[in-house]
Nanobody
Framework: HVQLVESGGGSVQTGGSLRLSCAISGQTFSRYCMAWFRQAPGKEREGVAAIEGDGSTSYADSVKGRFTISNNSAKNTLYLQMNSLKPEDTAMYYC?????????????????WGQGTQVTVS
């Protein structure tokens, strides 16, 4: 049973930084894709950043140049470094994992989800 547990959320001022972490347990995919999504109140869940097993990454236009997704396979941990945060980045952030090869920013690619961590930028 795969479990994803996010941490690192919090409140920060505009222009600040946060690093989110996602600890993965239960299974290590030999070929996998992982991603971060976010959902603000009253809005649909949107993909923020994704990473494939070979390290290839993709980002939403709204976060390019500010956010960086990375992973540490030895620690089974996914990260999202968020810099130059804006009030519009305020949302619940979710970690997601999928057994596919190609990572993307669509929710259907991911079968496993964490419970989320709140990020508030004011």
């Amino acid at each position: 049973h795969v479990q994803l547990v996010e941490s690192g959320g919090g409140s920060v001022q505009t222009g600040g930084s946060l690093r989110l972490s996602c600890a993965i347990s239960g299974q290590t995919f030999s070929r996998y894709c992982m991603a971060w999504f976010r959902q603000a109140p009253g809005k649909e869940r949107e993909g923020v950043a994704a990473i494939e097993g070979d390290g290839s990454t993709s980002y939403a236009d709204s976060v390019k140049g500010r956010f960086t997704i990375s992973n540490n396979s030895a620690k089974n941990t996914l990260y999202l470094q968020m810099n130059s945060l804006k009030p519009e980045d305020t949302a619940m952030y979710y970690c997601a994992a999928g057994a596919g090869v190609v990572a993307g920013l669509e929710t259907w690619r991911y079968g496993y989800w964490g419970q989320g961590t709140q990020v508030t930028v004011s």
